[in-house]
């Protein structure tokens, strides 16, 4: 029998996980709070979701296919940036806002960079920070729960606990306040957030010196019940798990990602005390995951086999 002998530059690494497989792992992670989202805002919730797949996946393909690049809409990329952007919208937004924020995130933060792999920015934060810009008014229109009655429109636990009012644990972990659809429901969200953790998906490094960082600033400007309210508010959690961990964005050393954490939830306690912005936690990682190469720069590990330049 002939044997191939195969000669391949490192890393020599071998992984039954291939983008497809760890994609889907990432949509059924994402899964819990997008019910969660559908239950306390309604079919809405549904139409948003399912306008931003449908947009992020037919921009990806109409990008490849008008350049004549090969069609990889299978390995299910397009749809985890197209769920992400769906929980970063509010749930009464118009439709056409998931399909222009598809838009940007495939074309111009994805495809325009050299697709998966290519982009420096997370595509549905950096869709959701032009939305933003560009509708505010849209943006910033949360509506109520199910569960909540005596208001068409509420304001976020952020502008309440800035505002001095009280805001209970409880209906922070349910989800029942204002917010964006997919960031409300934190126990959905730790539930994904810890499954990918225990499934080797993502580091757990990002999110617990993300959200540790952040924790420990509040606790020592505001003190423990402060603390705990912060981090049970706005995206701090929902970006701690599944944004800051992307793999294209995030630093490939340990140090670096544990830099990234850490720098993360200073941003975030910076913009969200000191700024006239109540949030914070889109701005910091997209100033993070521009950070990224520098940071890289001085984390990576030492190159096996290099040889040492004498003056």
């Known amino acids: 029998m002939q044997k191939n002998l195969v000669v391949t ?4 690494l071998r992984s039954a996980r291939f983008t497809r497989s760890i994609m889907q792992e990432v949509c059924l992670a994402l899964l819990p709070a997008g019910i969660a989202g559908i239950i306390l805002f309604g079919w809405n919730a549904l139409a948003v979701i399912v306008a931003s797949v449908l947009s992020c996946v037919v921009s990806e393909y109409a990008f490849q296919r008008v350049n004549h690049q090969k069609i990889l809409i299978g390995d299910w990329s397009a749809v985890v940036t197209g769920l992400l952007l769906a929980y970063n919208i509010p749930a009464n937004a118009p439709l056409w ?11 111009l933060v994805k495809q325009c960079f050299g697709g998966l792999g290519g982009n420096f920015m ?14 505010a008014g849209i943006m910033s229109n949360y509506p109520q729960t199910r569960f909540m009655t005596d208001a068409v429109s509420t304001a976020t636990p952020l502008v309440q606990i800035s ?24 126990i959905a969200i730790l539930l994904g957030g810890i499954y990918l953790i225990l499934r080797g998906i993502v580091d757990w490094r990002i999110p617990v010196c ?26 701090l959690l929902l970006g701690a798990f599944f944004m800051a961990t992307d793999y294209v964005t995030c630093p490939m050393s340990g140090l670096g990602r544990v830099i990234m954490g850490i720098g993360c939830g200073l941003l975030l306690f910076v913009i969200r005390s000191y700024a006239t912005y109540v949030e914070g936690c889109s701005f910091a990682i997209l100033f993070m995951n521009v950070m990224t190469p520098l940071i890289d720069r001085f984390t990576a590990g030492k190159l096996f086999g290099e040889v040492k330049k004498h003056a």
């Not at 209970?168 to 429901?185: A, H, M, Q, S």
């Open 122 to 135: 997370n595509p549905a934060l950096t869709a959701r920070a032009v939305l933003f810009v560009s509708w």
């Open 210 to 235: 993300f959200i540790g960082t952040a924790f420990i600033c509040y606790l020592i400007q505001d003190g423990f019940q402060t603390a705990v309210l912060q981090i049970l508010s706005g995206g």
């Open 97 to 107: 806002i998931p399909v222009v924020g598809g838009i940007i995130a495939i074309v």
């Open 9 to 12: 530059s490192s890393p020599h």
């Open 163 to 186: 505002g001095g009012e009280s805001v209970k644990i409880l209906d922070l972990l349910l989800g029942n306040c204002g917010g964006v659809l997919g960031e409300t429901c934190k």
